[in-house]
């Protein structure tokens, strides 16, 4: 069985490694400036008015981020093209040089020109503005225009700039961007710092560490874990009653010869599975979480008003946030109930026209016998892969039962993370439900060999 285990493992791997690669990705190339995002999340919209260095915490935050590294262990670049860009902390000049570099090749008199602006705005405040803004530019139309103004304000720095920019456009030579280049980078990466951490300012996402918030500036890590908790616990318990009640009904369905019951039972659970979770969640508020007529439950929260959860423990945590999870529960589990029933239904009949049911009805035993003792070893293989598969994708399907009873999972923060493209947490969200998608097959394959030892083999 050990070794069985190990095999599934290492068959995974692969898998868990090109989930990482994507949720980097995701990271690596998301819109907009990541350092500006997360210094403002930190320290307001007027960082750069305050008393605070503005320059120095840009570069402390690009460090943080590992900013200043190859994006990966290896890159591929043109010949044209600089391997060292990404030193480079200012995200609109970089992006400037970088697309000049595509426009013109000639990299030497790009980095020449940028080099003189850059000691230009150090050293004379006079023309800042409209050096900041040139050093940003990468059309035509526009740098001749700040190229003019700046002339207007020094002549003597006007020419040179004029001089230097007619150096790229007349040394234009784009045969370099066909030619590949190989660069190798080392373990001093962007990725490899993403993945493993460098054991101070970043722990890497194998310990959890999935970077920072560019809404509030805090580390993911600090919040995403107590919500994915959060939902979890509501999942499972809704995904377990459900199973618990589902299976012993599908089957029931199966031996029952009453037409008049089994009608009555499939129109009741056509109904539970026709319902929409958010119509569902709100008839259970309204008859049960009603001020005007059966308020037996809250409406929505986890936590009485005042209550805090760190000064007590997970039982009395789990006790006092038990009223609250019991709609969110209820509304979760009639949809899972409906379909588990129905598809134990399907199994059961397919497995009651074998020879082994019937040789077991032959030698004595009742139907209800018989299914439970044969019958129901059978149609845990696909119920169990059910059950593993409804875990992971719950993370990202309470979404409406969370919002609609504003109860604070995981489901709430992607919502907020979309909504205010806070993509570090989108990410984040992303890799883990991919993460304990692998997990859930695994697991299902384990417990595949454990019904049916045949399996392993």
């Given at each position: 069985?050990?070794?069985f285990?190990?095999?599934?493992?290492?068959?995974?791997?692969?898998?868990?490694?090109?989930?990482?690669?994507?949720?980097?990705?995701?990271?690596?190339?998301?819109?907009?400036?990541?350092v500006k995002?997360i210094?403002?999340?930190?320290?307001?919209?007027?960082?750069?008015?305050?008393?605070?260095?503005?320059?120095?915490?840009?570069?402390?935050i690009?460090?943080?981020?590992?900013?200043?590294?190859?994006?990966?262990?290896?890159?591929?670049?043109?010949?044209?093209?600089?391997?060292?860009?990404?030193?480079?902390?200012?995200?609109?000049?970089?992006?400037?040089?970088?697309?000049?570099?595509?426009?013109?090749?000639?990299?030497e008199?790009?980095?020449?020109?940028f080099?003189?602006?850059?000691?230009?705005?150090?050293?004379?405040?006079?023309e800042?503005?409209?050096?900041?803004?040139?050093?940003?530019?990468?059309e035509?139309?526009?740098?001749?225009?700040?190229?003019?103004?700046?002339?207007?304000?020094?002549?003597?720095?006007?020419?040179?700039?004029?001089?230097?920019?007619?150096?790229?456009v007349?040394?234009?030579?784009?045969?370099?961007n066909?030619?590949?280049?190989?660069?190798?980078?080392?373990?001093?990466?962007?990725?490899?710092?993403?993945?493993?951490g460098?054991?101070?300012?970043?722990?890497?996402?194998?310990?959890?560490?999935?970077?920072?918030?560019?809404?509030?500036?805090?580390?993911?890590e600090?919040?995403?874990?107590?919500k994915l908790?959060?939902?979890?616990?509501?999942?499972?318990?809704?995904?377990?009653?459900?199973?618990?009640?589902?299976?012993?009904?599908?089957?029931?369905?199966?031996?029952?010869k009453?037409?008049?019951?089994?009608?009555?039972?499939?129109?009741?659970?056509?109904?539970?599975?026709?319902?929409?979770?958010?119509?569902?969640a709100?008839?259970?508020?309204?008859?049960?979480?009603?001020?005007?007529?059966?308020?037996?439950?809250?409406?929505?929260?986890?936590?009485?008003?005042?209550?805090?959860?760190?000064?007590?423990?997970?039982?009395?945590?789990?006790?006092?946030?038990?009223?609250?999870?019991?709609?969110?529960?209820?509304?979760?589990?009639?949809?899972?109930?409906?379909?588990?029933?129905?598809?134990?239904?399907?199994?059961?009949?397919?497995?009651?026209?074998f020879?082994?049911?019937?040789?077991?009805?032959?030698?004595?035993?009742?139907?209800k016998?018989?299914?439970?003792?044969?019958?129901?070893?059978?149609?845990?293989?696909?119920?169990?892969?059910?059950?593993?598969?409804?875990?992971?994708?719950?993370?990202?399907?309470?979404?409406?039962?969370?919002?609609?009873?504003?109860?604070?999972?995981?489901?709430?923060?992607?919502?907020?993370a979309?909504?205010?493209?806070?993509?570090?947490?989108?990410?984040?969200?992303?890799?883990?439900?991919?993460?304990?998608?692998?997990v859930?097959?695994?697991?299902?394959?384990?417990?595949?060999?454990?019904?049916?030892?045949?399996?392993?083999?």
């Amino acid at each position: 069985m050990l070794l069985f285990v190990v095999k599934r493992t290492l068959r995974f791997i692969p898998i868990l490694f090109s989930i990482s690669i994507l949720g980097f990705l995701l990271t690596a190339y998301m819109p907009g400036d990541p350092v500006k995002k997360i210094l403002i999340a930190r320290y307001g919209a007027d960082y750069k008015n305050s008393a605070l260095d503005s320059k120095q915490l840009q570069s402390s935050i690009y460090k943080e981020l590992g900013l200043d590294k190859p994006l990966f262990y290896f890159s591929i670049n043109s010949y044209n093209a600089c391997d060292t860009l990404y030193k480079i902390q200012d995200f609109e000049q970089r992006k400037a040089m970088e697309r000049l570099s595509d426009m013109y090749g000639c990299w030497e008199n790009i980095e020449t020109y940028f080099s003189t602006i850059n000691f230009y705005i150090a050293n004379h405040s006079n023309e800042k503005n409209t050096l900041v803004n040139l050093s940003q530019e990468y059309e035509n139309k526009r740098i001749l225009l700040l190229l003019s103004r700046v002339s207007s304000q020094n002549t003597s720095q006007g020419a040179t700039l004029e001089r230097l920019y007619a150096n790229i456009v007349e040394s234009k030579s784009l045969m370099g961007n066909y030619i590949p280049t190989i660069n190798l980078n080392g373990f001093e990466n962007q990725f490899n710092l993403w993945l493993f951490g460098n054991g101070h300012q970043r722990k890497g996402i194998i310990r959890g560490d999935f970077g920072s918030s560019l809404r509030t500036g805090e580390p993911i890590e600090n919040f995403i874990w107590k919500k994915l908790g959060y939902s979890l616990e509501l999942i499972f318990i809704a995904v377990s009653l459900a199973f618990l009640f589902a299976i012993p009904t599908g089957m029931r369905l199966t031996r029952t010869k009453s037409k008049h019951s089994q009608n009555m039972l499939n129109i009741l659970i056509y109904l539970m599975y026709s319902i929409p979770g958010y119509l569902a969640a709100t008839l259970l508020i309204f008859f049960f979480a009603n001020t005007q007529s059966l308020y037996w439950f809250p409406e929505s929260g986890l936590y009485p008003i005042g209550y805090h959860p760190s000064e007590h423990s997970y039982w009395s945590n789990l006790g006092i946030g038990m009223p609250y999870m019991i709609l969110p529960i209820l509304t979760y589990a009639i949809s899972a109930f409906a379909f588990i029933s129905k598809l134990t239904k399907n199994i059961t009949a397919e497995e009651l026209n074998f020879d082994y049911y019937k040789t077991a009805l032959a030698k004595g035993l009742s139907a209800k016998e018989a299914t439970r003792k044969h019958v129901l070893k059978n149609i845990l293989i696909p119920l169990v892969t059910l059950f593993t598969q409804i875990l992971p994708a719950a993370v990202g399907g309470t979404l409406i039962v969370e919002l609609i009873f504003q109860y604070p999972g995981i489901g709430q923060v992607t919502y907020d993370a979309a909504l205010n493209a806070n993509y570090p947490v989108i990410v984040a969200v992303f890799t883990i439900s991919g993460i304990m998608t692998v997990v859930a097959y695994l697991l299902a394959d384990i417990v595949y060999a454990l019904i049916n030892p045949k399996l392993r083999h």
